[in-house]
């Protein structure tokens, strides 16, 4: 039960810092990989095949897993569409690197030019026909109260984590890792 309160504090702060650093417009042609609408699109596949979920939390060490049957994978993947970084204030703040093998795109890879930003890193790996095989976003913020890195991680064919740890200027350090695995 502490676990849960822990986490669902860590999540609200976590949801609030993120709505109070984001510029909200969306560019609607967007230069760089849109987050949001892939993200959408995973919802989708997910719940029209019924995707169940297999789910551990580690919060400081204490574990705890779970199978969801009935799964809102809109409120599970909210994390990973915020990190889209299509936002008008943005589009000249992030450098673009294309990494190729085989002549074949296999990685974009976006780097913050600013330090201040969240989303620092956003990572799209491609595999076979280009389809997407792995997302890593690393982000991280700074408060009056708070420091705070998050790696988070998706791959359609398997789930996703996500790592985060918090240093916090009123209490102990805070780390959790979300581990979740399509069923």
């Given at each position: ?76 993947l909210e994390m990973f ?102 069923l």
């Amino acid at each position: 039960m502490r676990i849960r309160r822990s986490l669902t504090f860590i999540v609200l702060s976590s949801s609030f810092f993120i709505a109070c650093g984001t510029d909200q417009a969306i560019v609607e042609n967007p230069p760089f990989f849109s987050m949001s609408t892939y993200i959408d699109q995973e919802i989708e596949r997910l719940e029209s095949a019924g995707t169940h979920l297999e789910k551990s939390i580690t919060f400081n060490g204490a574990e705890e897993s779970q199978t969801l049957e009935d799964v809102n994978y809109e409120r599970e993947l909210e994390m990973f569409r915020q990190a889209d970084i299509n936002r008008p204030a943005w589009l000249d703040k992030y450098e673009v690197d294309s990494i190729m093998g085989d002549g074949q795109l296999q990685a974009i890879l976006y780097r913050a030019l600013d330090e201040t930003l969240r989303i620092q890193e956003l990572r799209i790996e491609h595999g076979v026909n280009q389809s997407i095989q792995r997302i890593q976003v690393n982000s991280r913020s700074n408060t009056v109260l708070s420091d705070s890195e998050q790696e988070l991680i998706y791959a359609p064919e398997e789930g996703y984590e996500i790592h985060s740890k918090q240093e916090n200027r009123t209490s102990e350090p805070v780390a959790i890792t979300i581990k979740a695995i399509f069923l």
